[in-house]
Every structure is written in C-alpha cells, then in structure tokens.
C-alpha cells in the first residue's frame, strides 16, 4: 500500500475547488483535477474511492476549515449577541480571504452531490454557535422562531455581502461588519 503524502492531498484540493470553480463538477474530470495537482489520476485514488468522493470529501473539508475559522477565539460564556457577534465577524473574515472555498460550497450546495452530505455530520462541527443560539431562544434573547430562518438571517447576509461576485462595490471592513451583524440582530432578537 502507498503512503498518503500531506502535500499531494492538498494539491488535490486546492486542484478541485479551481477546477469546479472554472468549468464546473461535469467537466472537472479526475484526469483534469489530477493534472492540475500535478500528480497522476493513479494518485487521486490513494485518497479518494472515485471523482464523488473526492468531491464530497472536498466540501466537508472546507466546511470543518470554515468551523475552526468561525469558531477561532469562540467562548459562550460572553453572551449570545457577542458571541454571535464574533462568529458573525470570524465567518466574513474566512470567507473575504478563502472565496474560492465558498464559490465551491456554493456550487456544491445547489448540486445532486448535497444530496449525499450527512447534515447532522456537517452541524456537528457549528455545534457550539447552535447551541449558543438554542440558549438565546431559550433566555427569550432570540426569537422563539423557526430555526433554519434564525440560520437564514444570521448567515446569508454574510454570504451575500461577502461575495465580490454579488456585491462587487462592498467594502469589507470593521464597521460594515458591524453594521451587517447588528441589521442581522435586530431580524433575530427579541428587543
């Protein structure tokens, strides 16, 4: 059996989420993302079992990068609005500096392949911010509403603001976060 090398799996990755991003999941073929990574397609099957496997894998890897990112310096004993406050900021910092990872993400999210993602695997890595929220709702400091809408409110203003491809014009800088994170607030807060 060959040894897994670190830096030919993160040339795979980086590989993939280029490719996907420039001509899409159909066209980004193993032999494609392989040569991009500059190691054979032999290669890319000592990590993955075939091409929906790398690309699974991919998804999940951004999206456990984007939980240590978002959860960076995270403590909920500050409080529910700080706390979320600090997420809120941590998650348009990873994605203003990785939005390569979210254009995949994107793209990934709006494809058959989500299908085959695990959500309660994927939820486990926010767990500590869920909870945070659950807390809120409980303390009567979040709205006692559905909670894919507080999911809704508090993350896609983000997603929205921080993509250059939608807002080509916003600037990204501690007092636009803050304002986004309080017009947020005031959508899933009981004041």
Wanted: charged residues 25%; contains cysteine.
């Amino acid at each position: 059996m060959r040894v897994k090398d670190e830096e030919k799996q993160q040339a795979l990755f980086e590989a993939t989420i280029k490719l996907v991003n420039e001509i899409g999941f159909v066209s980004s073929s193993v032999a494609k993302i392989a040569k991009e990574a500059n190691v054979s397609p032999a290669t890319l099957y000592i990590y993955h079992e075939n091409k929906v496997d790398l690309l699974v894998n991919t998804y999940l890897q951004i999206k456990k990068s984007l939980s240590l990112a978002i959860l960076e310096d995270f403590a909920p004993e500050v409080g529910v609005k700080k706390g979320l406050k600090l997420v809120w900021r941590n998650m348009f910092q990873y994605i203003s500096k990785h939005n390569d990872y979210f254009q995949f993400t994107e793209q990934f999210s709006n494809c058959p392949y989500a299908s085959l993602i695990n959500k309660e695997e994927v939820d486990s890595y926010f767990l500590p911010v869920l909870i945070l929220i659950e807390k809120g709702i409980k303390d009567k400091i979040i709205k006692d509403i559905d909670f894919d809408m507080i999911i809704c409110f508090l993350v896609a203003p983000v997603l929205h603001l921080a993509n250059p491809k939608i807002c080509c014009n916003f600037v990204v800088n501690e007092e636009s976060i803050n304002i986004g994170f309080e017009l947020a607030w005031d959508a899933i807060s009981c004041n």
